[in-house]
């Protein structure tokens, strides 16, 4: 009884994640933005977010629009591309993701209309990284 106790309270001490804080996982991105009007579209290499779960329940991403919010606000500031239309994947797993990665790249390069342009410079960050600084 002593035991299952002891396992109890260790089990309900462990720090679990919040909606709305920090994980104990991580994530995998990369994002696409493309001007409807324009035949050049822009991908971001995959990026690895620490201290990130998955919401349980439907696996779905926690803070989808910030993370495609920041892919925009980097393609009209750094890049100076108005009116992009950004969209992010994501996946728990590198190699589930790099799947999707190149056949999302795949489907672009068989239009020979589209220009395929990498932002090696971006990078994601934790939604609350930036609410900390405000």
Same mark, same amino acid.
């Given at each position: 009884?002593?035991?299952?106790?002891?396992?109890?309270?260790?089990?309900?001490?462990?720090?679990?994640?919040?909606?709305?804080?920090?994980?104990?996982?991580?994530?995998?991105?990369?994002?696409?933005?493309?001007?409807?009007?324009?035949?050049?579209? $822009?991908?971001? +290499?995959?990026?690895?977010?620490?201290?990130?779960?998955?919401? =349980?329940?439907?696996?779905?991403?926690? *803070? #989808?629009?910030?993370?495609?919010?920041?892919?925009?606000?980097?393609?009209?500031?750094?890049?100076?591309?108005?009116?992009?239309?950004?969209?992010?994947?994501?996946?728990?797993?590198?190699?589930?993701?790099?799947?999707? $990665?190149?056949? +999302?790249?795949?489907?672009?390069?068989?239009?020979?209309?589209? =220009?395929?342009?990498?932002?090696?410079? *971006? #990078?994601?960050?934790?939604?609350?990284?930036?609410?900390?600084?405000?």
């Amino acid at each position: 009884m002593i035991v299952l106790s002891v396992v109890t309270l260790l089990a309900m001490a462990k720090q679990k994640p919040t909606q709305y804080g920090r994980g104990v996982g991580k994530v995998y991105l990369f994002g696409v933005s493309q001007q409807l009007t324009d035949s050049v579209v $822009y991908i971001t +290499i995959i990026n690895e977010v620490d201290s990130f779960d998955l919401a =349980k329940r439907t696996k779905f991403l926690p *803070f #989808r629009s910030e993370f495609s919010l920041q892919l925009r606000e980097y393609m009209e500031g750094t890049l100076k591309k108005d009116h992009q239309t950004t969209c992010v994947f994501f996946s728990k797993s590198r190699k589930k993701l790099s799947k999707k $990665y190149y056949k +999302i790249k795949k489907r672009y390069l068989d239009n020979p209309y589209t =220009k395929i342009i990498p932002i090696d410079s *971006f #990078r994601f960050k934790h939604p609350m990284e930036s609410f900390g600084n405000e």
